[in-house]
């Protein structure tokens, strides 16, 4: 005769030692040791022999059906006489829900999202934890609690990525030790020197494959960013966006739109150490100190709007002008090969930034102060020959023409109309009429210096 279907009264049938708790604690005792749950991702995480990593197969609901089929089992010995109806109830779905949610909070699993990757010295490899105060390499440990592992174990020699080095520096060793240095303090999860690095120059010179290829050797500690979390987008970016950034070291931007202005106070947040309040999909808000250093490749770079002191300890300007007569299409494969040994020379990196500081090279620094003295430019030029009135208007045209002659008057380049424009709707609401571009609220004072 077949069972009855199953019903929720029979649930009231399951003993003590089989109930929605019990079996939670025997699947707790069980992968104590193995699975981690962490309620600000509202995630999972199992052990996999170096780090935590996120449980994105639903493992877990796998082995907790697992543990109510063993329950079951022996529910069935142990009471021959409903046996069969306890055992429908523990392997129904909403006791494997249950049980699961039970687990979460068991103390041998429950963990703050803050208690992971937190030692800013040590880096997680596939071959064990380098402490970056000295170099040396230990056995991974449960827990350290890393969610994050590098890509490859360092060792060995890179001598494909020293030249392409000197390719890109023009064989600037300064630049290239500066480099080595900035790689180097990348690597750790210390923020102090409080900047970032903005690779600047024309297409097809190398930015991209130098910033590719150190994420790559970075792993879990490297992630990709959008260009609107660090210049002015067209709305604020959703505490999702932010979450991703927990832990990473380096946060690489290889794209940025002309015209566009550096969001500068979330990079003074997100440079400078501040708590970041952010959230996972689905998940509770959460905070964290972000380690990142930040990485920019783009052909443009993007205008301030206040050149102030905290921007002008932050923001590291490096040129890279050099375009190959032949592209090496194969570069990338041959850089992949000598990761390990990338590693390794940024390891070495680490150990000189704490011997010798970050420090700047001339090209940096030449770089650097060129970008500020320009954004500095179209303030004074602001300041000198506009002013500010409500219902007023200016030409955009006849805005140019007269910067294009003040700079010349001081000796500096005016750029392109349109870069001058974008620069200038930073500074005052910008409106098409049939006389063309206007700006509205500020107009061009009489040039009473008679320099032009």
């Avoid at 069969?84 to 103390?107: F, G, H, K, P, Y």
């Avoid at 604020?236 to 969001?263: F, N, Y």
Wanted: some cysteine.
């Amino acid at each position: 005769m077949a069972d009855a279907p199953f019903t929720v009264e029979e649930a009231d049938i399951r003993s003590a030692e089989f109930s929605d708790d019990a079996i939670a604690l025997q699947f707790s005792a069980a992968f104590d040791g193995q699975l981690l749950y962490v309620p600000a991702w509202s995630a999972w995480l199992r052990w996999d022999g170096c780090r935590w990593r996120p449980d994105d197969t639903l493992r877990v609901f796998d082995l907790i059906r697992r543990q109510c089929r063993i329950a079951a089992a022996a529910a069935v010995v142990a009471h021959p006489k409903n046996g069969d109806a306890m055992a429908r109830s523990i392997t129904s779905a909403s006791t494997v829900s249950a049980v699961e949610r039970l687990a979460r909070s068991d103390v041998r699993h429950a963990r703050r999202a803050e208690d992971f990757d937190a030692d800013p010295w040590a880096l997680n490899t596939p071959a064990g934890v380098v402490d970056l105060r000295t170099g040396k390499m230990r056995p991974h440990r449960r827990g350290d609690l890393f969610t994050k592992v590098t890509a490859v174990a360092p060792g060995g020699d890179c001598p494909r990525w020293l030249q392409f080095l000197r390719e890109i520096t023009q064989d600037d060793q300064e630049a290239i030790d500066y480099l080595q240095r900035f790689i180097g303090y990348t690597l750790t999860g210390s923020i102090e020197e409080h900047v970032f690095l903005f690779l600047f120059g024309p297409g097809a010179n190398g930015k991209s494959v130098l910033v590719g290829t150190v994420a790559a050797a970075l792993g879990d500690y490297a992630t990709t960013a959008m260009q609107d979390v660090f210049t002015v987008g067209r709305s604020d970016q959703h505490p999702t966006h932010l979450a991703s950034l927990r832990g990473a070291r380096m946060v690489c931007v290889t794209e940025t739109e002309e015209g566009r202005a550096w969001a500068e106070s979330r990079i003074k947040s997100l440079t400078g150490g501040d708590r970041i309040s952010a959230r996972v999909m689905r998940g509770d808000p959460f905070e964290f100190n972000p380690v990142l250093k930040l990485w920019i490749a783009g052909n443009h770079r993007p205008t301030l709007n206040n050149p102030d002191p905290a921007m002008r300890r932050r923001l590291r300007l490096m040129p890279l002008t050099y375009v190959p007569a032949v592209p090496d299409t194969k570069l990338p494969e041959k850089l992949r090969d000598e990761l390990p040994g990338i590693l390794a020379w940024a390891i070495e990196g680490a150990l000189m930034w704490q011997r010798e500081g970050l420090g700047q090279p001339e090209v940096v620094r030449d770089a650097t102060a060129e970008y500020f003295a320009a954004q500095d430019s179209l303030a004074t030029w602001l300041g000198e020959r506009c002013e500010r009135k409500a219902g007023a208007e200016m030409s955009s045209r006849a805005a140019f023409e007269d910067w294009r002659k003040w700079c010349t008057s001081r000796g500096e380049e005016a750029g392109t109309e349109k870069r001058f424009a974008e620069s200038l709707e930073h500074h005052a609401a910008k409106k098409r009429k049939k006389a063309g571009v206007m700006f509205l609220g500020v107009r061009l004072l009489p040039n009473e210096s008679g320099v032009w």
